[in-house]
């Protein structure tokens, strides 16, 4: 079957960094727009990232352009998520997802996604 698994996550301090890996088994990791998505407690899901197949399409939500950089790993079957600077409103849990796309472009909405990982939790301290 179609896996999605984040892992990376973990507790940090403000102003500190993490790097989060999303591997995926039963598709072709080259056919896949990816993205990142994150869910804070009482919140709703949100578009963090996303990447196009190639990685040479990439969109940051403006809360975290300039601290995040998503990008993949195409002969690893790895998607990335470098995040620094974090800050306690980063906190939340974070997931990747995947939908089969040969566009050179990147979908920001989570309705357009088909697979999702089970997450992986990031906590910032202040």
């Known amino acids: 079957g179609v896996q999605l698994a984040e892992s990376g996550g973990g507790l940090v301090q403000a102003g500190g960094s993490l790097r989060l890996s999303c591997t995926t088994s039963g598709l072709t990791f080259d056919d896949l727009t990816m993205a990142w998505f994150r869910q804070a407690p009482g919140k709703e899901r949100e578009g963090v990232s996303c990447t196009s197949r190639s990685g040479s399409s990439t969109w940051h939500a403006d809360s975290v352009n300039g601290r995040f950089v998503i990008s993949r790993d195409n002969a690893k079957n790895i998607l990335y998520l470098q995040m620094n600077s974090l800050k306690p409103e980063d906190t939340a849990m974070y997931y990747c997802?995947?939908?089969?796309?040969?566009?050179?472009?990147?979908?920001?909405?989570?309705?357009?996604?088909?697979?999702w990982g089970q997450g992986t939790q990031v906590t910032v301290s202040s």
């Open positions: 997802a995947a939908v089969k796309n040969l566009g050179s472009f990147c979908y920001r909405s989570q309705y357009e996604y088909d697979y």
